[in-house]
Each structure stands twice: as structure tokens, then as C-alpha cells.
């Protein structure tokens, strides 16, 4: 069960390093051979690659432990990436917090209730700067998921 | 790259395919991620949850549309990409990324707003994105 009193709490923030041979495995990971990624000694960021964070959030201390959602009924909805500017180069720290920003229900169009989970990542420099966004949306559904839903 | 002339409203993209993905290339991205779900690469994982073998990582068709769109734009343009995920993909999916030019901006600096998509050959939509470039 989702519980919706975990609207507008936040995660305690970590730092997450930029660094060149994350962005290089991540670029060939998907398929770019763009020089940009793979021979710039600071190349910057793929337009997915802040989903990495994940390497440097403790695990278990994210916001998710506090909504409670049902991993097995998990699935991942969309997700958003806002640049301020350029992206972030390799050599960048980015200070990372996440918050809940919202949490609603919609009933599914195979029946049952689906609850949705918006969260917001904040990245800042080390000048507290705000060079990128992140929003994700989580949903919860009635059931484990099936073949033709979301991924 | 595309110039801005080419990027009147309306305009389509250049499609390309990228595949067939592998559950290598699957393992790939997990790793270059850190989202090591089990539901991607183990096959009695998969199937226990309900699923007939591992299916893509969402966020790796999201990577490849991402990666179509700045072989296109350039990797420092980017400044807004969006996708929300429709269709599974699987393992010998082939996935054919293409876009529209949905608005362009000139006030100060030239930006194309775009309509992007992933298609499954033999199958529907993966993912619907949206992304803005500038266009220097």
C-alpha cells in the first residue's frame, strides 16, 4: 500500500561524480559511437545518463523506502531530464536530492486502481548551481504486471 | 548534423534502426546503470513474475532514443529529453527510432522542440519521447 503522507518528504542528498569511463560505457551501452562520448577527454553526459545515480545513493535510504511501494507491482512509467545549459562534463560533482512531489491514483484500463509516484531529482554543482532535473513517474499496479505494459 | 533550415515545423527526421537487441545487450546496460532488476537477465526470475523469458530495461530503448538524438543534434544540445515507456521490448526486437519537429524557438537561441519515437518492427510503440535541442 502506498502511503500518500510521503508527498514532499526528501531523500538526506548524496555527491555523485561525473566521470569519463562511466559516460563511455554508458554511451556504447546504447549504442553511440558519437566522439563526443567516447574520444573527449571531458565529454559530457548522455541525455539518460543521470539515471546513474543510482551507483551513489545508499541503498535503502532512497524516497522510495518511504512511499512503500510493492516492488513486484512495480513499473516504470516515464522519466524526464531537464538541462540547464550544456550537460554536465566528465570532472563535474553533482549534489543530488530527490523529493516526492506527488502521489495519485487512476483506475487501470484492465480494472483496479494504479498509483502513481512522481519524484523529483535536483543535481547541483558545487557553487549550488542547478544544472539538471530529473522527474520520475512509478506506478504501482492492482496486480503483478503482464505482457504489453510498461516497462 | 541536421541545420536549422532543414527543421521547419513538420519536418521528420531520418529514421534509423538499431538491433536486433540481445539479452547481452540487456546485461550491457544493467551494468553501465546499476539497475540490476533480475527481471531483465534471469530467465526463472522472468518467469516466476509471469513474463515467458527477461525483457528489456526500459531505460535502455530510452538510452538508444537518446543516443538517435545526438548523433542528430550533437551531444551538448540536448536540453530536455522525455520518454514514457509503452510496449515491452524483447530480445530480437529490432527498434526503429524516428522524430518530427513539433516547434522551433529563436528568442535568443535557436531550439527545435521535438516528437520522438520507438517502434518494435513487427510490433507497436516502445516509447513516445519529446526532447528540446538547440540548434547552434
Known amino acids: 500500500m502506498v502511503d500518500r503522507s510521503a508527498i514532499g518528504t526528501t531523500d538526506d542528498g548524496y555527491t555523485m561524480e561525473v566521470e569519463r569511463g562511466k559516460i563511455r560505457e554508458f554511451a556504447r551501452a546504447t549504442k553511440s559511437a558519437d566522439p563526443a562520448y567516447l574520444d573527449d577527454p571531458a565529454p559530457v553526459i548522455p541525455p539518460t545518463f543521470l539515471t546513474t545515480q543510482q551507483f551513489w545513493s545508499t541503498p535503502g535510504a532512497g524516497v522510495f523506502s518511504k512511499v512503500k511501494m510493492d516492488l513486484k507491482r512495480l513499473l516504470h512509467g516515464g522519466q524526464e531530464y531537464v538541462f540547464h545549459g550544456p550537460p554536465p562534463a566528465a570532472g563535474t560533482r553533482l549534489h543530488v536530492r530527490t523529493r516526492v512531489e506527488d502521489i495519485y491514483e487512476k483506475e487501470g484500463s484492465r480494472g483496479g486502481t494504479m498509483t502513481f509516484v512522481i519524484s523529483v531529482t535536483e543535481f547541483r554543482d558545487d557553487d549550488g548551481r542547478l544544472v539538471a532535473e530529473a522527474r520520475s513517474t512509478a506506478i504501482e499496479t492492482a496486480r503483478p504486471p503482464v505482457e504489453g505494459g510498461a516497462s | ?136
Request: aromatic share 10%.
Open chain 2, 1 to 136: 548534423m541536421i541545420a536549422w533550415d532543414d527543421l521547419a515545423v513538420g519536418a521528420t527526421l531520418p529514421a534509423r534502426e538499431y538491433g536486433p537487441l540481445t539479452l547481452t545487450d540487456f546485461v550491457r546496460y544493467q551494468g553501465a546503470s546499476g539497475d540490476f532488476n533480475p527481471i531483465h537477465h534471469d530467465a526463472a526470475f522472468a518467469r516466476a513474475a509471469g513474463f515467458p523469458e527477461p525483457f528489456s530495461v526500459g531505460m535502455l530503448q530510452a538510452g538508444i532514443l537518446g543516443s538517435y538524438a545526438t548523433d542528430l543534434f550533437g551531444a551538448a544540445n540536448v536540453r530536455r529529453f522525455a520518454v514514457s515507456f509503452r510496449e515491452q521490448v524483447w530480445a530480437g526486437d529490432v527498434l526503429e527510432c524516428s522524430g518530427e519537429v513539433t516547434d522551433r524557438h529563436e528568442d535568443g537561441e535557436r531550439r527545435v522542440d521535438l516528437r520522438l519515437e520507438v517502434r518494435r518492427r513487427d510490433g507497436g510503440t516502445a516509447i513516445r519521447g519529446e526532447a528540446t535541442f538547440v540548434v547552434p
